[in-house]
């Protein structure tokens, strides 16, 4: 993560009420989540990027200047962007090929120079049979794949999406998720993502960017950000941390998979994967327990050592506790969610080594799944 | 021409030119006007919509008593009449298509402004995210989107132009061929009691006007099924 | 019990509208060239007999058609005697209520172009166009085509005519330089002292003969017969004169 950032961005100004006051990078590959409570500022912020809204600031994509503090601006439709809206938004008089043409550059096809070819997208978001179809006959999920599609074919060189799964039900959005794995695989783009669901960001995510009321609390990849305990991703009654593992093992017969993370080896259930191949691991907080000592045979698989790295006190009469994994303690780090009392009791303080019994792990789908 | 007379035949051509003149002309004036209406966000913007609106509510002598001076040589209808060797632009087809585009312009402005504004901002900004320009998406965009709008208007002015008597009998001055239209030459027949001619060009106007709001309907109706 | 009450008001006033109108107004159909006249008269009239004249001005040919058609007018004053005498014929009008009340003189009438010698002017043609009344619609009009043929211009000056569909109208042409000059009445350029006036001689056009007529709806009006009564006496037709008009 040492490649200088491909995008800079650093908005400040009131819009009625509401004061914004963000500023944050983003690395030139991958997508950066832009996560946090509603009215906190993310369409905002995703709104100045595109310049459709225009406040105060700075914002540089991969050393071009779209619009920095001396007055300079460019207008929205002279940015290399793409945009996905939360409802998809097609042009209702064009048909589906026609709206996914309507940005793409007059003469060149795109895959002259390695952009973005429109027979890849196509197959990539799974959308060849809707290609004469008009708008109006497509399901939610076709429509918002279209969307998606069209903005790639106007060759952005920066990707902007707001909650664009939102508006889908569970089964649509679930339907729609590994073309965005496969997309985020493919893409030689950085793309900002919002979303207030942390199982997209989990899934689709490597840096993450944290707002509240306004401003960014926090920034950095998502691991990072999850097992931080100032900020109140950590202190959620559902908080978890998610990382990556490379498959070890498969045990067929018990239909588990072992997986190597730093600092150790986790057992999970799934269904029998390649070597060497990289699965997102959850852990949730309430389901990591602790121990002094290495305990005695027990239900549960997982038992790694650690060492504890730090505890806040939530408002309950209950603690969160960071551990790190491995002796040393310089592994992936997971949340630990106990009782006041038993951090108490046990005699738990930072820096001692501990063993961390996880309860449950769970596996992201593989390649060859759905969700 | 058609077997018809002269009287008859004359009067249905000038209306049908001045109406199609008039519509083409309004389509042309009143489409800016809408589009900046519809999403100006100027302080007098609901003045300039009222102004537009007035001739729906004059009376005709009204608007055809101030034609007459702003037509004449006191006006600038004088001073542009004055190019061609003219006094007035009154008692001219020209004078007439202008007053036409002004009574019916509140016609033609009112469902175009709907229909942009219905339009609304979010495929604009779509566009805009599309590289886009803004006079582009005004083309390929907000203009088919609205189009229905645009049908209706000009529906709305061909048939208002056509069935206009008022203003046409206040600046016209009833010239055989060139501003006696159906209108002014209906109420000649019916001043002369030559029922048989007055009833033909009536009947006729009350069926065409019947075919224009029909077809306009069933338009209406495919065009939103179609999916504009 | 409220909504019948209110039905019953409803119907009684409703009724009362129908019923024949109060015998102290009279409403009167007035040919647009003698407005001016009509409405001295009528302020004189309700000075002298306490009743009063409802005045409606427009074009004869207009009111007309729509006396033919039940409209609520008890008098007519025309501005010819070919409608009251049709009206009386069609049975629309009392018979032998038909008078003439005034003779109209006809005159040319300019803004822009000098037409003191009017038949000089109308012969020259040195101008654009010429406003009439309707001839369909206006006795003045019928008269001012009967002028220009007899002075031998119809046909010289016919592309330039512009007709207005009243003598009112035709007027506004004139009055707004439209047309640079015109014929009108004479009553309608009383106390007019812009532009050049020619009056026609009366030999060069049938006489305009301008008759009143009692309509049906009138014949028990004792305003209306007043009215008629006050027309032919001495006062009014002092007015009368007073405006320009001849007197039979």
């Known amino acids: 993560m040492n490649a200088p950032p491909a995008i800079r961005a650093e908005f400040r100004g009131t819009i009625g009420k509401f004061a914004l006051d963000a500023g944050f990078t983003a690395p030139a590959k991958g997508v950066t989540a832009l996560f946090g409570p509603s009215g906190c500022g993310k369409t905002t912020v995703l709104r100045c990027l595109a310049g459709l809204l225009r406040i105060n600031g700075v914002c540089e994509i991969d050393g071009e200047v779209w619009q920095d503090e001396n007055g300079s601006f460019l207008p929205t439709y002279k940015r290399p962007l793409g945009y996905v809206f939360q409802e998809a938004s097609l042009f209702q008089h064009l048909s589906v090929r026609r709206n996914l043409l309507f940005g793409a550059p007059r003469h060149d096809s795109g895959g002259a120079k390695g952009g973005i070819v429109f027979d890849e997208v196509v197959e990539l978001l799974g959308i060849t049979r809707l290609l004469d179809r008009s708008p109006r006959n497509l399901s939610g999920g076709e429509r918002q794949r279209v969307a998606i599609g069209r903005a790639l074919l106007s060759q952005p060189k920066l990707l902007l999406m707001d909650e664009p799964l939102s508006a889908l039900d569970r089964a649509t959005k679930n339907e729609i998720l590994p073309f965005l794995e496969r997309l985020r695989d493919h893409l030689n783009l950085p793309v900002v993502y919002i979303t207030h669901d942390i199982a997209e960001v989990e899934r689709l995510a490597d840096q993450m960017v944290l707002m509240d009321k306004g401003r960014v609390i926090g920034a950095g990849p998502l691991e990072e950000l999850q097992s931080d305990p100032s900020l109140p991703l950590a202190a959620a009654r559902d908080a978890a941390v998610s990382f990556e593992g490379i498959v070890q093992a498969s045990d067929e017969a018990y239909g588990l998979v072992t997986l190597k993370v730093r600092g150790g080896v986790l057992t999970a259930p799934a269904p029998p994967g390649p070597v060497g191949e990289r699965r997102r691991i959850r852990v949730i907080a309430s389901d990591v327990s602790l121990t002094r000592e290495a305990p005695g045979p027990s239900s549960i698989l997982n038992v790694l050592p650690a060492r504890i790295v730090s505890m806040k006190p939530l408002d309950t009469n209950e603690v969160v506790v960071v551990v790190a994994l491995g002796k040393d303690g310089s592994g992936a780090r997971l949340l630990s969610r106990m009782m006041r009392k038993s951090w108490g009791e046990l005699g738990l303080a930072e820096g001692m080594s501990v063993y961390v019994q996880v309860k449950a792990v769970a596996l992201a789908p593989g390649r060859g799944e759905l969700g | ?228 | 019990m409220k909504l019948t009450v209110l039905a019953a008001a409803l119907v009684g006033f409703l009724t009362s509208l129908a019923a024949p109108v109060r015998a102290d107004v009279t409403h009167v159909a007035v040919a647009a060239n003698f407005t001016e006249p009509a409405r001295e008269i009528a302020a004189l009239f309700k000075q002298k007999t306490g009743h009063e004249a409802v005045l409606i001005f427009g074009a004869s040919g207009a009111f007309f058609t729509q006396i033919t058609h039940s409209a609520p007018f008890e008098v007519f004053l025309s501005a010819d005697e070919d409608r009251p005498k049709a009206a009386v014929e069609q049975g629309f009008a009392v018979p032998d209520s038909r008078f003439t009340y005034a003779i109209g003189k006809l005159v040319l009438w300019s803004r822009v172009v000098d037409v003191t010698n009017g038949e000089a002017a109308l012969k020259a043609g040195n101008f654009l166009k010429l406003s009439i009344a309707n001839p369909v619609a206006a006795p003045y009009g019928t008269a001012a085509v009967e002028t220009m043929k007899a002075l031998g211009v119809w046909d010289a000056l016919q592309p330039k005519i512009v007709q207005g569909n009243s003598i009112a109208q035709a007027f506004q042409f004139i009055d707004t330089r439209n047309a640079e000059l015109g014929f009108v009445a004479l009553a309608q350029l009383h106390g007019v002292t812009a532009g050049t006036q020619w009056e026609v001689p009366s030999n060069l056009h049938a006489p305009i003969r301008q008759d009143a007529v009692l309509l049906k709806t009138g014949a028990n009006s004792e305003a209306s017969k007043a009215f008629l009564a006050f027309l032919k006496g001495p006062e009014a037709r002092a007015i009368i004169e007073q405006f320009g008009y001849s007197l039979p």
């Not at chain 2, 009067?11 to 519509?23: D, H, K, S, V």
């Not at chain 2, 009204?62 to 542009?80: C, K, N, S, T």
């Open chain 2, 1 to 228: 021409m058609f077997g018809m007379p002269d009287e008859i035949w004359v009067p249905i051509r000038l209306t049908i030119e001045l109406a199609t003149i008039t519509t083409l002309s309004l389509l042309v004036v009143a489409t800016p006007l809408a589009w900046w209406l519809a999403r100006s966000k100027a302080w007098f913007k609901e003045a300039a919509a009222t102004l537009v609106s007035l001739p729906m509510v004059l009376p005709p002598t009204v608007l055809g008593f101030y034609l007459l001076i702003v037509l004449g040589p006191d006006g600038p209808g004088g001073a542009i009449a004055s190019l061609w060797g003219g006094r007035t632009l009154a008692f001219t087809f020209t004078g007439l298509v202008i007053g036409s585009i002004i009574s019916s312009l509140p016609f033609v402005v009112q469902p175009i402004r709907n229909a942009f504004a219905a339009v609304g901002d979010r495929p604009l900004e779509v566009a805009a995210t599309l590289r886009t320009s803004p006079s582009r998406a005004f083309w390929t965009v907000a203009l088919p989107l609205a189009s229905p709008g645009l049908l209706t208007g000009a529906v709305l002015g061909f048939a208002h132009t056509v069935g206009e008597f008022g203003v046409i009998l206040m600046i016209g001055g009833n010239i055989p061929g060139r501003t006696r239209v159906m209108s002014t030459a209906i109420f000649d027949f019916a001043e002369t009691m030559r029922w048989r001619e007055a009833n033909l060009l009536a009947g006729g106007m009350v069926v065409f006007a019947f075919a224009v709001i029909l077809s306009m309907i069933l338009l209406e109706k495919r065009f939103t099924r179609a999916g504009a």
